[in-house]
């Protein structure tokens, strides 16, 4: 029998406490988290409130938090990090205070939940969010019609500038997974591709199925694979808001109640002005996310998103 992989330090380590610690939680599996603040242009000196959000189409519910340790809700700029202070059970989960001008880079991570899901649920969702190896997978090892264990971790991240826009970019969070804007967004011309990188534990990763949409009309979903250096490129014409995601699934080590481990990271930001044309993917690398993605996906019972309900986490 083939030996699995082992799986990062940081999820052996703590894994069992911050594991049990979340079996009380619902099942938000398999909805997309992102990172939603009040405001994405603040000035110095100004709060920014931030809500997180779990749903479908940027259609989302509320997400509370807890008192638990484990988590990192952070804020970063040019020159420091700060932890955001987080609001118990509240909604907005946190704020904070931009401190200087610049790009304003805002991460929550979570320590990894756990849910068992039925093949025929399991099956749809690796599909939908285009993990085509883990399917191949599971059919070698006869696994196709068999449930699984999962472990999941959210890695959102959300860019506010405050001042006028300049060069300076993105920077890593240090989350498992992490999608990075190699350029900064505020400063895109309409005719100009946004370049994103998507790194697994500070390494590339090679063609995985990234996704992009636009608060404008969010069923209108760009998609593209990653390369073997692990970027993808965006032509983003609509203005407001745009979510950016990926996730990213590997096998855990023995000793772990789960067959697998998910991360799911997204990138928040707005592009301002007129929208007139459609969104579309970049050439070459892009396709209609109709030709990836399939039919969507029997989740967990939740209220429709656009009469949002509060939904715990920690």
Same mark, same amino acid.
């Given at each position: 029998m083939?030996?699995?992989?082992?799986?990062?330090?940081?999820?052996?380590? +703590?894994?069992l406490?911050?594991?049990?610690?979340?079996?009380?939680?619902p %099942?938000l599996?398999? @909805?997309?988290?992102?990172?939603e %603040?009040?405001i994405?242009?603040?000035? %110095?000196?100004?709060r920014? /409130?931030l809500r997180?959000?779990?749903?479908? @189409?940027?259609?989302?519910?509320?997400?509370?938090?807890?008192a638990?340790?484990?988590r990192?809700?952070?804020?970063?700029?040019?020159?420091? =990090?700060?932890?955001v202070?987080?609001?118990v059970a509240?909604?907005?989960?946190?704020s904070v205070?931009v401190? +200087?001008?610049?790009?304003?880079?805002?991460?929550?991570?979570?320590q *990894? !939940?756990?849910? $068992?899901?039925? #093949?025929?649920?399991?099956?749809?969702?690796?599909? $939908?969010?285009g993990l085509?190896?883990i399917? !191949?997978l599971r059919?070698?090892?006869?696994?196709?019609?068999s449930?699984?264990r999962e472990?999941?971790a +959210?890695? !959102?991240k959300?860019?506010?500038?405050?001042? /006028?826009?300049?060069?300076?970019?993105?920077?890593?969070?240090g989350? *498992?997974?992490?999608?990075?804007a190699? +350029?900064?967004?505020y400063?895109?011309?309409?005719?100009?591709?946004?370049?994103?990188r998507?790194?697994?534990l500070?390494?590339?990763?090679?063609? #995985?199925?990234?996704? #992009?949409?636009?608060?404008?009309?969010?069923?209108e979903?760009?998609s593209a694979r990653?390369d073997r250096?692990? =970027?993808?490129?965006?032509?983003?014409?609509?203005?407001?808001m745009?979510?950016i995601?990926?996730? @990213?699934?590997i096998?855990?080590?023995?000793?772990?109640?789960?067959?697998w481990?998910?991360?799911?990271a997204?990138?928040?930001?707005?592009l301002?002005? /007129?929208s007139?044309?459609?969104?579309?993917?970049? #050439?070459?690398?892009?396709r209609?996310?109709?030709?990836l993605v399939?039919s969507?996906?029997?989740?967990p019972?939740?209220?429709?998103?656009r009469?949002?309900?509060r939904?715990p986490?920690s």
């Amino acid at each position: 029998m083939k030996k699995k992989s082992r799986a990062p330090a940081w999820l052996r380590l +703590r894994g069992l406490t911050a594991i049990a610690a979340a079996l009380g939680m619902p %099942p938000l599996f398999a @909805h997309d988290f992102w990172i939603e %603040p009040s405001i994405f242009s603040a000035q %110095p000196g100004q709060r920014i /409130e931030l809500r997180l959000r779990v749903g479908e @189409h940027l259609a989302g519910d509320p997400v509370l938090l807890d008192a638990v340790r484990g988590r990192q809700f952070v804020m970063q700029d040019a020159v420091e =990090r700060k932890p955001v202070a987080v609001r118990v059970a509240a909604d907005p989960a946190g704020s904070v205070t931009v401190s +200087r001008p610049g790009l304003q880079v805002i991460g929550y991570f979570n320590q *990894p !939940a756990r849910i $068992e899901l039925p #093949a025929e649920k399991f099956n749809a969702y690796l599909k $939908e969010e285009g993990l085509d190896s883990i399917i !191949a997978l599971r059919g070698q090892r006869n696994q196709t019609d068999s449930s699984a264990r999962e472990l999941y971790a +959210r890695c !959102a991240k959300s860019l506010v500038l405050s001042g /006028e826009p300049d060069e300076s970019g993105d920077r890593r969070l240090g989350f *498992p997974l992490e999608l990075l804007a190699e +350029r900064n967004p505020y400063t895109l011309a309409a005719d100009q591709l946004l370049p994103v990188r998507l790194t697994f534990l500070d390494k590339p990763v090679e063609g #995985a199925l990234v996704m #992009a949409l636009s608060s404008l009309n969010p069923a209108e979903k760009l998609s593209a694979r990653t390369d073997r250096d692990g =970027r993808v490129q965006f032509q983003l014409r609509a203005s407001g808001m745009w979510l950016i995601k990926a996730v @990213h699934m590997i096998e855990v080590s023995e000793g772990i109640d789960a067959d697998w481990a998910s991360y799911w990271a997204s990138l928040t930001f707005a592009l301002p002005g /007129e929208s007139p044309a459609p969104a579309k993917p970049a #050439a070459n690398n892009t396709r209609a996310s109709s030709d990836l993605v399939g039919s969507s996906v029997p989740r967990p019972a939740l209220r429709d998103a656009r009469s949002p309900r509060r939904t715990p986490i920690s």
